[in-house]
């Protein structure tokens, strides 16, 4: 996606609610008119002056943006830190201290803040943008993807020249992927397996977000007997994709023969939870889980898996992470608070979709009955974007701004 640039100068003001700080929210209303007139150090002062609008997420946001507009970055970002501090959903703040980060070339620390800001507005084109264009910078292309495919998603501007060749860049190798998805099908019907993996791997280093492809290479590399590339493609699938139960059992099988005993215990491990008792498959990872139980009391081996994930932590690699924390509390047979609350974080920021919609899903009836309507819609709103098709959460949020909207126009027209 060459030529596609952050603007790490829009700062941005997330749409927290204040209407329980009536008093706070018109002072934090008119520091903000101020700001956006270009009266800047005016906003600073009359938001200073008063400790109880400041002392606001929202407010604090503004401070930052006020003082980075100063030229002040240090200030600015103490501010965003701060307004995180005391609002852990302040997406903005978070979207600001990414920014400045990329601008000073920490990409890394620029992607976390970015996931933190995605964890609380999944839904936020900008992060989106922001999460593909540095994924694709450091040549993560199936990280990459998913973000452009959610920037295409959820950006609503669809006429802007930003959006439209990020569209038209898809959809070009979207039409080569089908080019070589009928040279693979040639290739099938010739039986010429080393032409298949060939066109295979043209699709993927097309458009890297084809799970199918990864999965299609791998049986090829089995067939071949090289399980090294068969284990790096069921890996991918794997951490990237959802998976079923036979793949997990394949890349534990793969792991085997490869002689990797710690990896393969985890991956038989994982795999012994989803297989019917007493059956073939269940009694022959049993007996691997027997064979390979010596890797639960070398100390050694262990400490690697807890090193690599740390490693995959610093490099922006979640899912890695995951597996590999996943992994050492597999090996070590125990349970650590800690490590479960970064697996549960790296989740959401993987997938923070789910996480949202259930908190937002939580809130709709609260604000109902606090006749907070407008509120109320926008939450449902919120849902009906994310949430899947015919889940309860999105029949759940249709139905009650159907509601809400009626109530509403009720009072516009009757005062009721």
């Known amino acids: 996606m060459d030529g596609i640039n952050l603007n790490n ?77 005391l609002s852990p959903l302040e997406y903005a703040a978070y979207l600001n201290i990414g920014n400045e980060h990329y601008s000073d070339g920490q990409i890394y620390q620029a992607i976390f803040n970015w996931h933190c ?13 922001n999460l593909a264009v540095a994924y694709d910078k450091l040549g993560y292309r199936i990280k990459a993807t998913r973000y452009f495919e959610k920037y295409l998603k959820y950006n609503t501007n669809k006429n802007s020249p930003e959006y439209q060749k990020i569209k038209h860049a898809i959809a070009n190798l979207t039409a080569k992927t089908d080019f070589y998805l009928k040279k693979s099908e040639e290739y099938k019907a010739q039986k010429d397996l080393k032409k298949v993996a060939a066109a295979y791997l043209m699709l993927i ?42 793949l ?9 023969l490869l002689g990797n005993k710690s990896y393969a215990y985890c991956y038989y491990k994982r795999s012994f939870e989803y297989l019917t008792e007493s059956t073939s498959h269940w009694l022959q990872v049993k007996m691997k889980l027997a064979e390979l139980s010596s890797v639960t009391r070398d100390s050694e081996i262990i400490e690697t898996h807890l090193q690599k994930a740390k490693e995959a932590e610093d490099k922006c690699l979640y899912e890695v992470a995951i597996d590999e924390y996943e992994n050492y509390l597999i090996l070590t047979e125990s349970h650590s608070d800690e490590i479960q609350q970064l697996i549960d974080k790296y989740k959401i920021f993987l997938n923070p979709e ?19 309507l407008h509120a109320a819609v926008e939450v449902c709103d919120r849902i009906m974007t994310m949430a899947e098709p015919h889940t309860k959460e999105m029949v759940y949020a249709m139905k009650c701004k159907v509601e809400c909207k009626k109530v509403i126009i009720a009072r516009e027209q009757f005062g009721a």
Do not use: H
């Open 9 to 85: 100068n829009n700062t941005g003001l997330s749409d927290i609610d204040l209407s329980g700080e009536k008093a706070a929210a018109a002072k934090i209303t008119k520091a903000y008119e101020l700001y956006a007139s270009g009266q800047i150090q005016e906003a600073v002062n009359y938001l200073e002056a008063d400790s109880q609008a400041s002392n606001t997420a929202y407010a604090q946001v503004l401070l930052g943006n006020c003082y980075k507009k100063l030229g002040q970055k240090e200030k600015a970002i103490s501010f965003w830190q701060r307004a995180t501090d």
């Open 117 to 129: 800001a995605g964890s609380a507005c999944p839904e936020n084109p900008v992060i989106n943008l």
């Open 205 to 246: 280093s097309t458009y890297a977000n084809q799970p199918n492809i990864y999965t299609n290479l791998a049986s090829i590399f089995v067939f071949d007997k090289n399980y090294e590339k068969a284990r790096e493609f069921y890996s991918i699938v794997y951490l990237n994709f959802p998976y079923s139960p036979s």
């Open 248 to 256: 997990l059992l394949n890349l534990a099988n793969m792991e085997y």
């Open 354 to 372: 789910p996480f949202v919609v259930k908190m937002l899903y939580n809130q709709i009836s609260d604000l109902m009955q606090a006749k907070k």
